[in-house]
């Protein structure tokens, strides 16, 4: 099968190094200075330690890379992901969403975004799990979850991306999936947080835990499944993106403890951190949903309100004593 790759970052250029020994690969990139880099050197600037393999076909624009392709992987950071979709939409290539995070200004998921921009009738899925690029794109073991409303289109999916190395499993329960992947970038910066305040293993585990909490009650008000929110998509890339020194959200709460400001981190990272965005999206929702979410708020503040670190964990701590749910 030919697999259009949209979206030359660390993440796609990963998806497309991986699967370029099973499929035909075209490989997108919108910004004419990184691909003319690509073209030049086989090299993207998010993996520079990686060449991509000769096979792979490099364009940059999408009705190109879309030319004969039974499959779209959709890798662009979520605030370009609707101009993307309405630039393959008179393609009808099935899509498959490898990006996470609400869409900053609304409250729409991935998924939401693709009903919107595809054309009637288009397939689409979204792809998410606990995987960090560098490790993909090394050929390391990774599970994922693709879920689809669409149970045939997800198991065919999942068996085309699947091999020895990138594990694919399929479910229906979009809603779950989305949001399990959105907001534990939100937790993770959290978590950069506490360890860059020195504050333990102990609290790491339990900022882990009650943010799993915070993000199950938050989904299954918007319709996502319980037992999704323990799976690979919710649990399992909460943990990796909580405790890897290899997550960019992660990085970001480390840099805020150290009283770094966030243009400046940002700046400085090089990469997009969707929990920044995503945090004032589900601080919104979960207002408007009556949801408690005290670790996402306690990040807004930091973030957007110009309360310290410090002072932001130490109202979290201070919360009264509760019986232990969800």
Not at 269 to 283: F, P, S, Y
Request: charged share 20%.
């Amino acid at each position: 099968m030919k697999i259009a790759v949209l979206g030359a970052g660390a993440w796609g250029t990963a998806l497309a190094i991986t699967l370029s020994s099973r499929h035909s690969i075209s490989l997108w990139e919108h910004d004419a200075g990184h691909f003319a880099h690509l073209r030049a050197h086989r090299v993207s600037h998010f993996l520079p330690k990686f060449s991509l393999p000769e096979p792979i076909e490099l364009h940059s624009t999408v009705s190109d890379a879309l030319a004969h392709a039974g499959l779209a992987l959709v890798a662009v950071p979520t605030q370009g992901l609707r101009q993307t979709l309405r630039e393959m939409k008179s393609s009808r290539v099935p899509a498959v969403l490898a990006c996470k995070g609400f869409e900053p200004g609304g409250h729409f998921l991935p998924h939401q975004v693709a009903e919107q921009e595809l054309a009637p009738g288009t397939s689409c899925a979204i792809l998410s799990g606990p995987s960090f690029a560098l490790e993909v794109a090394q050929g390391l073991p990774t599970a994922l979850t693709l879920a689809s409303t669409d149970k045939v289109f997800a198991q065919v999916s999942a068996k085309e991306l699947h091999s020895q190395k990138l594990r694919i499993y399929s479910s229906d329960d979009m809603i779950g999936v989305a949001v399990g992947g959105a907001v534990k970038n939100v937790m993770a910066i959290a978590a950069g947080i506490a360890d860059g305040m020195g504050l333990g293993h102990n609290a790491r585990a339990a900022l882990i835990t009650r943010g799993l909490a915070e993000i199950t009650r938050l989904g299954m008000k918007m319709g996502g499944r319980p037992e999704t929110f323990m799976g690979l998509a919710c649990a399992g890339d909460l943990i990796l993106t909580c405790t890897g020194d290899l997550s960019r959200n992660r990085k970001v709460g480390l840099m805020l403890a150290a009283g770094q400001p966030l243009s400046q981190i940002l700046a400085d990272l090089g990469h997009v951190a969707e929990g920044v965005t995503t945090a004032r999206e589900v601080q919104r929702i979960a207002g408007e949903l009556k949801v408690e979410i005290p670790i996402t708020r306690a990040v807004n503040q930091v973030l957007y309100e110009n309360v310290p670190a410090k002072a932001a964990l130490q109202e979290l701590l201070n919360r009264d004593p509760k019986a232990e749910s969800y």
